[in-house]
């Protein structure tokens, strides 16, 4: 129901029960917030947000107070405008002046408030930094003097991932963000999907970096450095240059890297489509062969965290193939180091991901059967961005160039990894292709690609009806596995994918974006899907060459991996 | 020690949110401090995630989470007990008990740390254990001390 409410001396219309923030916002007004986070329970805690309404002695937290008749509000009257600004102040005077040296410059939105509030001196100086910075977990950095104590990380990883590794400890003005017992980060539960990082206003939490180690190699000229994309990377990399968020550069970006030195240039697709194919393989053996059923995917690492340390119990039904960054890394080290007859010691591999979990999956990757690491390095996208930059180099959109050779070319079907569902899609393509000869008539799955949490579709391939489950959000999935566990659910493939929406929104993507960027970054990996020509894994040449030489040797050795159970703090 | 906590959960229902504290207070009571493995048996009995019983429990400050001794030994060393020796005191608790400051004895028995000033110069050096203050100390008087600690447990 609409009712109208007076703003600023304007009249809007509100929908009853909605919080004023949402009926401002609609309305095209803002008010400041920190704490405040869209879909998850508003906590009125950081106070920014707040307004003047008629008839209340006190100001209201926008964010928080639901609309339930009419009511008279004034969002920047001198009064609002001071309070704010000295709630700002009271949250810089814990708040250490390290603007400079800090990997949230620029993209900071406590700065940003403290710019728009034309804060210009220290007005409080609370408290003693301890500059206590825990670098224990092999991706993320938690520093406690930059945490504001919004609470956003704690509600993410409580509300929408379900895993809960952080809480407040203590209270008062010794309240921290930290885990159970406040070990460091490696040893509590946290599974490294980066969503806190994501939310984040501040440096609080942040990706370790490896960009230390890729210049490092970059300037060492015994090193062949090697560097791979993911499609996640190339529609969003574009955003941290200025451009409009769902602009796919995937082209520009090999042409731009190969500028800034690096030996060669690949989009990690080749890889992806050799995991499609070898995962369509594992579920028709599966369903042959009578289990263990349903399998589910591995190349989200965060999603193996989570099953090695919550579901032991379906670790074998984890597909043991390796994720495409993994695969793509070893093809590197040991195919292409033969046909160039290089030494697999002197290859330094880079990977350039959405995600944060990928930098444990290839330090994790070093303890697998092969006695070099797949993978050396991982970059977010945000760490490429600023690696561009710091070699003088921006984004050109305008020259373009195709993957280096051996590995030129990749199915459109690969690059739907990056979407939630477009994992299970690409692998109906392929699942259809071996088990009728032919391939699929309609390649998209609409089903699939509505924006859900948890989504089925069901196939008839040949004789046999296929039924797929997709999850995205690790709360979700916990769901999902627990109905699966007690028999409610049963399917023959399940995706799981850590991030909500999947890897277009992991943890490493660029941070403050603009409003309905994911969806922009979606819509650009289905329009390649759409526009490229090789729209099947198994019609990829570049990938056949792989396959002979596999099927010679009968090695595929290097493409698998293991699972073990983690005993942690939950 | 599992036991006793398991003895604890099981006089309250499971999956029931509201006795946290109380089973933390009964926890803390039976064991001298949340450990760990309280934290995880009490989490699953209740069906809360660890870091939220945490969370709750930190906020008091009655509760600890790391071993306590039954006697907190606190070696003065503020400037007067330290010209009156307060090092060689702490060298013969570390010697006698086999810890050093800070560490705690393996039958969670006696526990040395050090105090600055505890504000009774006049009688260096000076020792407080629980809250009982020993003065003018030497190394017999000490002995005495720890003998009737001791003593005190039979
Ligand atoms: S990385 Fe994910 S699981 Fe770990 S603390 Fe952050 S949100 Fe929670
Ligand atoms: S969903 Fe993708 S981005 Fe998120 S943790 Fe998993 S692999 Fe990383
Ligand atoms: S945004 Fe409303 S109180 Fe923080
Ligand atoms: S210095 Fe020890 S009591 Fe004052």
Same mark, same amino acid.
């Given at each position: 129901m609409f009712l109208n409410i007076e703003v600023n001396n304007q009249i809007i219309k509100a929908d009853k029960g909605e919080t004023i923030l949402s009926a401002l916002n609609r309305n095209g007004m803002n008010v400041p917030t920190l704490c405040f986070l869209k879909e998850l329970n508003p906590t009125g805690a950081c106070r920014m947000c707040v307004v003047e309404v008629e008839g209340y002695e006190n100001l209201i937290t926008a964010c928080s107070q639901p609309i339930e008749g009419f009511m008279k509000i004034q969002t920047h009257s001198k009064r609002v405008l001071n309070a704010r600004k000295t709630n700002l102040e009271l949250l810089l005077a814990n708040h250490p002046d390290e603007c400079l040296y800090c990997i949230r410059n620029g993209s900071c939105e406590l700065q940003n408030l403290a710019q728009s509030f034309n804060i210009n001196e220290r007005k409080f100086k609370n408290k003693k930094f301890t500059l206590k910075v825990d670098k224990s977990s092999a991706a993320i950095v938690k520093e406690t003097d930059k945490c504001i104590l919004c609470g956003r990380c704690i509600r993410i990883c409580d509300e929408v991932q379900d895993v809960s590794a952080l809480c407040f400890i203590k209270k008062g003005s010794s309240t921290t963000v930290g885990t159970t017992l406040n070990k460091p980060l490696s040893h509590s539960n946290c599974i490294l999907c980066g969503q806190c990082i994501m939310v984040?206003?501040?440096?609080?939490l942040h990706e370790k970096s490896h960009t230390p180690q890729v210049l490092e190699a970059m300037g060492n000229p015994k090193k062949h450095t090697v560097i791979f994309h993911s499609s996640s990377v190339s529609v969003s990399i574009a955003e941290e240059f200025g451009?409009?968020?769902?602009?796919?550069?995937s082209i520009s970006l090999n042409s731009t890297l190969k500028k800034l030195g690096f030996n060669k240039v690949f989009e990690v697709g080749v890889a992806s489509d050799i995991y499609l194919i070898e995962l369509a393989e594992d579920i028709i053996n599966r369903t042959q062969n009578k289990g263990p059923l349903p399998l589910f995917s591995s190349c989200c690492p965060a999603w193996i965290q989570f099953a090695e340390q919550y579901f032991p119990g379906i670790l074998t039904s984890i597909s043991q193939i390796k994720s495409p960054q993994q695969i793509m890394g070893a093809l590197i080290k040991s195919k292409y180091a033969d046909d160039l007859n290089?030494?697999?010691?002197?290859i330094f591999t880079i990977s350039v991901m959405p995600c944060i979990a990928k930098k444990q999956e290839a330090i994790k990757g070093n303890?697998?059967?092969? %006695?070099?690491? *797949?993978?050396d390095c991982v970059l977010t996208t945000r760490e490429l961005a600023s690696l561009i930059k710091i070699k003088g180099f921006k984004l050109d959109d305008t020259e373009t160039q195709l993957s280096d050779a051996p590995f030129v070319n990749q199915s459109s079907a690969s690059k739907l990894l990056g979407t939630s569902g477009g994992l299970t899609e690409s692998l109906i393509r392929i699942l259809h292709h071996k088990v009728t000869g032919k391939d699929i008539n309609e390649i998209k799955q609409s089903k699939l690609r509505i924006s859900k949490g948890i989504k089925e579709i069901s196939v008839m391939l040949g004789e046999t009806t296929y039924n797929f489950a997709v999850v995205n959000g690790i709360g979700n999935a916990r769901k999902l596995i627990n109905d699966i566990m007690s028999g409610k659910k049963t399917y023959h493939f399940v995706e799981v994918m850590a991030c909500k929406e999947g890897c277009v929104n992991g943890g490493g993507q660029p941070l403050l %974006?603009?409003? *309905?960027a994911l969806k922009s970054r979606i819509k650009a990996i289905y329009d390649s899907d759409e526009k490229e020509s090789i729209k099947f894994p198994y019609k990829n040449p570049s990938i056949s060459e792989f396959y002979q030489a596999f099927t010679k040797s009968?090695?595929?050795?290097?493409l698998i991996t293991n699972y073990k159970e983690r005993t942690v703090l939950k | 020690m599992d036991n006793l906590i398991e003895l604890i959960l099981l006089k309250y229902p499971k999956n029931a949110t509201e006795n946290i504290i109380e089973i933390l207070l009964q926890i803390q009571e039976a064991e001298g401090f949340i450990s760990a493995q309280s934290i995880i048996m009490l989490s699953e009995h209740v069906g809360v995630q660890s870091s939220k019983i945490y969370s709750v429990a930190s906020f008091y400050d009655q509760f600890v989470f790391e071993a306590r001794a039954k006697f907190i030994i606190r070696v003065c060393s503020g400037t007067s007990c330290y010209i009156s020796g307060s090092d060689t005191i702490i060298s013969f608790l570390e010697k006698e008990f086999n810890i050093r400051i800070g560490e705690i004895t393996r039958d969670h028995v006696f526990q040395i740390e050090t105090k600055s000033c505890l504000g009774a110069c006049a009688q260096s050096p000076v020792l407080e254990i629980n809250g009982v203050f020993y003065s003018n100390l030497t190394p017999q008087r000490i002995r005495q001390i720890i003998h009737q600690c001791k003593s005190s447990l039979q």
């Amino acid at each position: 129901m609409f009712l109208n409410i007076e703003v600023n001396n304007q009249i809007i219309k509100a929908d009853k029960g909605e919080t004023i923030l949402s009926a401002l916002n609609r309305n095209g007004m803002n008010v400041p917030t920190l704490c405040f986070l869209k879909e998850l329970n508003p906590t009125g805690a950081c106070r920014m947000c707040v307004v003047e309404v008629e008839g209340y002695e006190n100001l209201i937290t926008a964010c928080s107070q639901p609309i339930e008749g009419f009511m008279k509000i004034q969002t920047h009257s001198k009064r609002v405008l001071n309070a704010r600004k000295t709630n700002l102040e009271l949250l810089l005077a814990n708040h250490p002046d390290e603007c400079l040296y800090c990997i949230r410059n620029g993209s900071c939105e406590l700065q940003n408030l403290a710019q728009s509030f034309n804060i210009n001196e220290r007005k409080f100086k609370n408290k003693k930094f301890t500059l206590k910075v825990d670098k224990s977990s092999a991706a993320i950095v938690k520093e406690t003097d930059k945490c504001i104590l919004c609470g956003r990380c704690i509600r993410i990883c409580d509300e929408v991932q379900d895993v809960s590794a952080l809480c407040f400890i203590k209270k008062g003005s010794s309240t921290t963000v930290g885990t159970t017992l406040n070990k460091p980060l490696s040893h509590s539960n946290c599974i490294l999907c980066g969503q806190c990082i994501m939310v984040c206003p501040t440096a609080g939490l942040h990706e370790k970096s490896h960009t230390p180690q890729v210049l490092e190699a970059m300037g060492n000229p015994k090193k062949h450095t090697v560097i791979f994309h993911s499609s996640s990377v190339s529609v969003s990399i574009a955003e941290e240059f200025g451009f409009k968020a769902g602009k796919d550069v995937s082209i520009s970006l090999n042409s731009t890297l190969k500028k800034l030195g690096f030996n060669k240039v690949f989009e990690v697709g080749v890889a992806s489509d050799i995991y499609l194919i070898e995962l369509a393989e594992d579920i028709i053996n599966r369903t042959q062969n009578k289990g263990p059923l349903p399998l589910f995917s591995s190349c989200c690492p965060a999603w193996i965290q989570f099953a090695e340390q919550y579901f032991p119990g379906i670790l074998t039904s984890i597909s043991q193939i390796k994720s495409p960054q993994q695969i793509m890394g070893a093809l590197i080290k040991s195919k292409y180091a033969d046909d160039l007859n290089l030494n697999n010691k002197d290859i330094f591999t880079i990977s350039v991901m959405p995600c944060i979990a990928k930098k444990q999956e290839a330090i994790k990757g070093n303890t697998s059967i092969s %006695s070099f690491s *797949d993978v050396d390095c991982v970059l977010t996208t945000r760490e490429l961005a600023s690696l561009i930059k710091i070699k003088g180099f921006k984004l050109d959109d305008t020259e373009t160039q195709l993957s280096d050779a051996p590995f030129v070319n990749q199915s459109s079907a690969s690059k739907l990894l990056g979407t939630s569902g477009g994992l299970t899609e690409s692998l109906i393509r392929i699942l259809h292709h071996k088990v009728t000869g032919k391939d699929i008539n309609e390649i998209k799955q609409s089903k699939l690609r509505i924006s859900k949490g948890i989504k089925e579709i069901s196939v008839m391939l040949g004789e046999t009806t296929y039924n797929f489950a997709v999850v995205n959000g690790i709360g979700n999935a916990r769901k999902l596995i627990n109905d699966i566990m007690s028999g409610k659910k049963t399917y023959h493939f399940v995706e799981v994918m850590a991030c909500k929406e999947g890897c277009v929104n992991g943890g490493g993507q660029p941070l403050l %974006s603009e409003k *309905d960027a994911l969806k922009s970054r979606i819509k650009a990996i289905y329009d390649s899907d759409e526009k490229e020509s090789i729209k099947f894994p198994y019609k990829n040449p570049s990938i056949s060459e792989f396959y002979q030489a596999f099927t010679k040797s009968g090695n595929k050795n290097i493409l698998i991996t293991n699972y073990k159970e983690r005993t942690v703090l939950k | 020690m599992d036991n006793l906590i398991e003895l604890i959960l099981l006089k309250y229902p499971k999956n029931a949110t509201e006795n946290i504290i109380e089973i933390l207070l009964q926890i803390q009571e039976a064991e001298g401090f949340i450990s760990a493995q309280s934290i995880i048996m009490l989490s699953e009995h209740v069906g809360v995630q660890s870091s939220k019983i945490y969370s709750v429990a930190s906020f008091y400050d009655q509760f600890v989470f790391e071993a306590r001794a039954k006697f907190i030994i606190r070696v003065c060393s503020g400037t007067s007990c330290y010209i009156s020796g307060s090092d060689t005191i702490i060298s013969f608790l570390e010697k006698e008990f086999n810890i050093r400051i800070g560490e705690i004895t393996r039958d969670h028995v006696f526990q040395i740390e050090t105090k600055s000033c505890l504000g009774a110069c006049a009688q260096s050096p000076v020792l407080e254990i629980n809250g009982v203050f020993y003065s003018n100390l030497t190394p017999q008087r000490i002995r005495q001390i720890i003998h009737q600690c001791k003593s005190s447990l039979q």
